[in-house]
């Protein structure tokens, strides 16, 4: 698998459809016919059978291939604006966010941010948040009252790799170690 094409498609998908020409659809799908044509005229090589490869063996399955076969997505982690189409959903009743021990300050002051994307992410399993962080710095695993929350009417969404999604994690819902 290459994780080169791999970046590309997250980069295309979830950042910048534009900067090969690219389209996608409201709910954030690329025709992969096209994907492929305007990969290769940006001198970005790609070919159905290297796309599906990275799809099937991306670890945490980031891409998902519509049921015609047709068009392709990211799963989460978008900038620009997608609607998902997932209903909302109760939550486990506490999640986890992996970050880097410089954001602490800022978070214990604002909360969770989406920042750059369209939601704050969330993982059920510590191992996972752990590895999230490590990507900012050095990681500390924070604990979301995710249960709470849901009872006082916050929305959570389950993207199509099993990512939870939020708006937003205000202050009193975190604990930090
Ligand atoms: C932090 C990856 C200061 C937040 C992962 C994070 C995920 C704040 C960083 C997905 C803050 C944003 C997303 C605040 C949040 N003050 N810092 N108030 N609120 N932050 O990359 O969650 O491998 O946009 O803690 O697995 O790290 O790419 O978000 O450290 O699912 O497929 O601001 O991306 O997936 O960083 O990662 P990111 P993330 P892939």
Same mark, same amino acid.
């Given at each position: ?79 620009? =604006? ?10 486990? =009743? ?75 994690? =205000? ?7």
């Amino acid at each position: 698998m290459s994780v080169q094409t791999s970046k590309f498609l997250s980069y295309v998908l979830r950042h910048a459809p534009e900067s090969i020409g690219l389209t996608l659809d409201v709910n954030g799908w690329a025709d992969i016919a096209d994907l492929i044509d305007k990969a290769n005229a940006a001198n970005q090589p790609l070919d159905i059978d290297t796309l599906h490869a990275v799809v099937t063996e991306s670890d945490k399955k980031r891409f998902k291939i519509s049921e015609d076969g047709k068009r392709i997505r990211a799963a989460q982690g978008h900038s620009v =604006p997608v609607a998902l189409g997932h209903a909302p959903i109760e939550p486990p =009743p506490i999640l986890y966010h992996g970050t880097a021990t410089r954001f602490l300050d800022s978070i214990r002051e604002k909360g969770l941010l989406a920042g750059e994307r369209q939601q704050v992410h969330l993982s059920s399993d510590m191992l996972t948040a752990e590895k999230v962080g490590q990507r900012h710095g050095k990681p500390v695993v924070l604990t979301i009252d995710a249960g709470r929350m849901f009872s006082e009417g916050i929305s959570f969404f389950q993207a199509d790799n099993g990512v939870w999604l939020t708006d937003t994690v =205000p202050p009193a819902y975190i604990a930090i170690e």
